[in-house]
């Protein structure tokens, strides 16, 4: 239930977004500052990463994160394929900076502890050995 719960509420947010002007957002390249990207993962857990994923991501990057959610419709831009080369090439400690912080209608997750968004890094970095 609390899974439906999150989707449903994130769909809801994506929508309220796009409807205040969310996809006027005009984007450059999302690059980490580069002390960020230069940071390493201390490890991950892969299967709790996908957990968090299924509960916190899946409704904009779908179930196998290639970016095709039920909400990615309504977002501009698209949300990233997380089994992308262009994903998948980058730095650990970029791909942690952009889960932290977040940008346009990519919410920030700075609300989550370090350790499981490590988790969701290493979960990201996994759907590319597939």
């Known amino acids: 239930m609390s899974r439906f719960i999150t989707s449903s509420a994130a769909i809801v947010a994506v929508a309220a977004l796009v409807a205040l002007g969310g996809s006027a957002w005009a984007q450059g390249p999302w690059e980490a500052p580069a ?8 490890g991950g857990n892969v299967a709790n990463g996908k957990k968090l994923a299924d509960v916190n991501c899946m409704s904009c990057h779908g179930a196998g994160g290639k970016g095709d959610g039920p909400a990615a419709a309504a977002l501009n831009p698209k949300p990233a394929d997380w089994t992308s080369q ?8 970029s791909l942690f900076w952009k889960i932290s912080n977040g940008r346009g209608p990519m919410p920030p997750w700075k ?14 970095k996994s759907l590319g050995k597939k």
């Open 35 to 42: 002390a960020e990207k230069s940071k390493k993962s201390p």
């Open 86 to 93: 262009k994903v998948q090439a980058e730095p650990e400690g």
């Open 111 to 124: 609300h989550l502890p370090d350790k499981d968004r490590w988790d969701l890094v290493a979960y990201v």
